[in-house]
């Protein structure tokens, strides 16, 4: 069974940087794209970031020069590094591990993280 477990998330003044981590089990990490999305209340989830099995990026607008995501398929981890953080970004983080290699379909997701920015 897949688990996906997120840590790092917490309350930071706007400005200030955070560094996500989600650590995967249960199948082969290095070949499946993996990702992060993001839920501020009453809001639909959306996609932040995702990285393919061959390391290949992709980022929504609004975060792109400041949002950082990585993977290291030796310790089964992808990260989500943030900094320039804004009140906006705030909302619940959640990993995600997609079908295939490529990000098109998040199948398993993690229990997600609190991120809030104060102004």
């Known amino acids: 069974q897949v688990q996906l477990v997120e840590s790092g998330g917490g309350l930071v003044q706007a400005g200030g940087s955070l560094r996500l981590s989600c650590a995967a089990s249960g199948r082969t990490f290095s070949a499946y794209a993996m990702g992060w999305f993001r839920q501020a209340p009453g809001q639909e989830r959306e996609s932040v970031a995702a990285?393919?099995?061959?390391?290949?990026?992709l980022y929504r607008d609004s975060v792109k020069g400041r949002f950082t995501i990585s993977r290291d398929n030796a310790k089964s981890t992808v990260y989500l590094q943030m900094v320039s953080l804004k009140p906006e970004d705030t909302a619940v983080y959640y990993c995600?591990?997609?079908?295939?290699?490529?990000?098109?379909?998040?199948?398993?997701w993690g229990q997600g993280t609190q991120v809030t920015v104060s102004s």
């Open positions: 995600t591990s997609y079908r295939t290699a490529l990000a098109l379909t998040p199948n398993y």
């Open positions: 990285i393919s099995a061959t390391g290949r990026t």
